[in-house]
């Protein structure tokens, strides 16, 4: 099977994408820490419950799995998480960093802890899972045992293209797809590919914590029809990536959704103006105004995605 031997961690396991992710790459040979600390979708409270749930589902169907309850965000919790898969399975191949949370407020009414937990959740967390898996990998690789390391960070659409309301989750988001592509170029020569995903999927988080997606993919699905918006939809392309057979895949984010992959770019120049000197800046003003207009940076908006289907 496409994971056999693999030993993976998926952070957010208990509910959601993370749930799909652990219990397909299961399926695939993989053995896997559930970390999920279990608490509310604005990131209040921790249960141990859910990640036991899908431990035990794994197990049940065969597969080796072991929960773990510490936070992300907790740069020592993230440490534990890290050596669980070691201590439990005695080494570590893929991290899918996936655990998040929303606070969806508008600029004008977003506080400090909105803005600082939401940061703490995605950005430290996936930094902070990264640094202690490749820390464990940069020595690994040292001592001579290829471990063919895997990372698949958790991007959104939100960060991507840009979305009202979430400034903080956008921009962590947005940070994340650039921390991806840059912790690939420093691990790339210790074997390890980083790439991101940016899922679209029925979760608590696009039901219950966000009105406008909760309208588009809250309605029951036809019996017998594609329920594009299911989360374990995105798991294939986690599992594909976490394998060896994804080595020479470096730096790339894709969103993913019902049946369909997107292959994503980031920033990159689509027009200039240009003298030999300083610009006077009401003469510059003109000369963009000139390239705007050629309509080069038409911006995809999370609208055109829905519009466009799955
Ligand atoms: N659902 C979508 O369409 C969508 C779109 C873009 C991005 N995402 C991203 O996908 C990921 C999974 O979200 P989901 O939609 O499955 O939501 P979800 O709420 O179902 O799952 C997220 C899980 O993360 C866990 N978690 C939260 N804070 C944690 C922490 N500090 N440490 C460990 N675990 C923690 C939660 O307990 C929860 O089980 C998130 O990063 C989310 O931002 C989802």
């Known amino acids: 099977m496409l994971l056999d031997g693999k030993v993976v961690v998926v952070t957010g396991a208990g509910r959601g994408i993370g749930r799909e992710e652990a219990l397909l790459m299961a399926k695939l040979g993989a053995k896997v820490v559930v970390n999920d600390l279990g608490g509310g979708f604005d990131g209040s409270g921790a249960s141990t419950g859910p990640a036991q749930e899908v431990v035990n589902e794994i197990k049940k169907a065969g597969g080796e799995a072991v929960a773990n309850g510490d936070s992300v965000s907790d740069f020592k ?177 894709f969103r993913v959704g019902g049946g369909t992959v997107w292959l994503m770019q980031g920033w990159h120049s689509v027009g200039k103006a240009k003298k030999s000197g300083v610009w006077d800046a009401a003469e510059l003003g003109t000369a963009l105004k000139a390239e705007l207009a050629k309509g080069v940076t038409r911006k995809e908006t999370m609208n055109d995605v829905f519009a466009e289907g799955l």
Request: hydrophobic share 45%; glycine share 8%; net charge negative.
């Open 77 to 253: 919790g993230a440490q534990r998480i890290i050596e669980c898969a070691i201590d439990t399975f005695g080494k570590l191949n893929i991290v899918v960093n996936n655990a998040g949370i929303l606070r969806d407020r508008m600029i004008f009414n977003m506080s400090e802890d909105d803005w600082d937990s939401v940061i703490a959740v995605h950005l430290k967390g996936t930094f902070a899972c990264t640094r202690h898996a490749c820390v464990y990998w940069r020595e690994q690789h040292k001592a001579g045992n290829l471990l063919n390391g895997r990372i698949i960070n958790t991007a959104s659409d939100s960060g991507l293209l840009g979305n009202p309301s979430q400034s903080n989750y956008g921009a962590a988001k947005a940070a994340i797809a650039a921390f991806s592509v840059i912790i690939d170029k420093e691990m790339a020569k210790y074997g390890v590919t980083v790439n991101a995903i940016a899922p679209v999927a029925r979760t608590r988080l696009t039901v219950e914590a966000t009105p406008a997606t909760a309208a588009l993919m809250g309605q029951a699905v036809p019996e017998g029809q594609f329920d594009v918006f299911n989360p374990a939809n995105v798991a294939p392309l986690v599992a594909w990536l976490a394998s060896d057979d994804a080595a020479g895949v470096h730096g790339e984010v």
